[in-house]
């Protein structure tokens, strides 16, 4: 079964730092494209980052660039997002997904970063 | 960047009808995908490439369109398909989605 398991959420006071991590299991890790895509309290989907296979290929949506760090260990099947500098209006459920050309899935339940003091 | 508009905001219908969700680019896009998220659960992924359904995904379910107007069709709704439905396009970048269309009961 294609699974993707994220954690590292949590509270944290603006201008901290927090490392969100993901596991995948159920295909070949190191072939794919990988993202993190994030959802604020009751709002709609914005894609965050993406790394493909081997870490040359890095992307981010504005909002995050200079902040927030994606990278991947392929031995151990796992994906991270290193979050510094937090703002308010970083507080959203993060979820981990596989990046098949643009196209997102499997999605994980996502963990949940809290910016608040 | 591409802004994707999605009507209507709800859609109340009942079990057994059909359902058509519209998502609006602001731009022509060159490929389209459509994700169901039940509440406190991360999204699914339910049709790609516009109009080819995802590993699993019951053929109740079809995409179609072009250019700037895409539709998701639910032919027959489920129990289970009550939930919220978002668009994606990836074929200019940022990957962006809509803001979403909740099916209710």
């Known amino acids: 079964e294609l699974q993707v398991v994220e954690s590292g959420g949590g509270l944290v006071q603006p201008g901290g730092s927090l490392r969100l991590s993901c596991v995948a299991s159920?295909?070949?890790?190191?072939?794919?494209?990988m993202a993190w895509v994030r959802q604020a309290p009751g709002k709609g989907l914005e894609w965050v980052a993406n790394?493909?296979?081997?870490?040359?290929?890095?992307y981010y949506v504005d909002s995050v660039k200079g902040r927030f760090t994606i990278s991947r260990d392929n031995a151990k099947n796992s994906l991270f997002l290193q979050m510094n500098s937090l703002r308010d209006e970083d507080t959203a459920i993060y979820y981990c997904?596989?990046?098949?050309?643009?196209?997102?899935?499997?999605w994980g339940q996502g963990t949940l970063v809290t910016v608040s003091s | 960047e591409v802004v994707l508009t999605q009507s209507p905001g709800t859609l109340s219908l009942s079990p057994g009808e059909r359902a058509t969700l519209s998502c609006r680019a602001s731009?022509?896009?060159?490929?389209l995908a459509w994700y169901q998220q039940r509440p406190g659960q991360g999204p699914r992924l339910l049709i790609y490439?516009?109009?080819s359904r995802a590993t699993g995904i019951p053929d109740r379910f079809s995409g179609s369109g072009s250019g700037t107007d895409f539709t998701l069709t639910v032919s027959r709704l489920e129990p289970e398909d009550f939930a919220m439905y978002y668009c994606?396009?990836?074929?200019?970048?940022?990957?962006?989605f809509g803001q979403g269309t909740k099916v209710e009961i």
């Open positions: 490439g516009t109009s």
């Open positions: 731009q022509s896009v060159l490929n």
């Open positions: 159920g295909f070949v890790y190191s072939s794919h494209w």
């Open positions: 994606q396009q990836y074929g200019s970048p940022p990957r962006t």
């Open positions: 997904a596989r990046d098949s050309r643009g196209v997102f899935g499997p």
């Open positions: 790394i493909n296979q081997d870490g040359s290929q890095i």
